[in-house]
């Protein structure tokens, strides 16, 4: 049952990027649960396409062709977005979905972009039990982490409608905030 009644007038997806351990699963699922709205994670329809999972996509793959995956997919759901009944969800993302040029354009297009920012600390936190991440696969974490979020920011920065500082954000509070932005942009 959708606890937000106005969230009827929000037409178009509304889209979570940052890195990984920000939320986007959770919080995706939690903007779902509220608005009625279905969920998809660019992850899980990938992992389901090719039929392996993320980490075996990169090491029989690599990562170059992961990234034209997400940018295939991208471009389907853009295309699919011209039809009505196609433009209700909520979509979220990988966290390096926004490192081509074309991602990003295509994103701002579909629908609301939302940028969870969390800082290093807590994101090393959230990703410490994880290991189904190829990109932090290695000794360092805190400093993959940490170059990952340098080299990233600006893009998510650019592509992002609203940006959102959630380390101390607890949950419901992160998704009302979302959702009534996301009415006030559709207005
Ligand atoms: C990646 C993030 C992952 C997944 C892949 C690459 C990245 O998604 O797409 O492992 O480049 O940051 P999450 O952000 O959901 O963990």
Redesign the pocket.
């Known amino acids: 049952m959708a606890a937000f009644s106005p969230v009827s007038r929000i037409k178009h997806p509304i889209i979570l990027i940052g890195?990984?351990g920000c939320g986007?699963?959770t919080i995706g699922r939690e903007l779902s649960k509220q608005t009625g709205m279905p969920l998809l994670d660019t992850?899980l329809v990938i992992e389901e396409q090719i039929g392996k999972s993320?980490p075996d996509i990169f090491a029989e793959f690599g990562e170059a062709r992961f990234r034209a995956l997400e940018t295939a997919l991208l471009r389907y759901l853009a295309d699919r977005h011209a039809s009505p009944e196609h433009r209700n969800c909520i979509i979220s993302t990988?966290?390096?979905i926004v490192l081509k040029p074309e991602n990003r354009t295509i994103l701002r297009s579909l629908g609301f972009v939302v940028w969870l920012n969390v800082d290093v600390p807590a994101l090393l936190a959230r990703t410490a039990r994880a290991n189904n991440?190829?990109?932090l696969q290695n000794a360092d974490r805190a400093a993959t982490l940490s170059s990952?979020l340098l080299r990233r920011r600006p893009l998510y920065e650019v592509t992002a409608h609203m940006r959102l500082n959630t380390t101390d954000t607890d949950i419901p509070t992160i998704v009302r905030e979302i959702l009534q932005a996301a009415v006030l942009f559709y207005d």
Do not use: Q, V
């Open positions: 890195l990984m986007k699963s992850d993320i990988g966290g390096g991440r190829p990109l990952l």
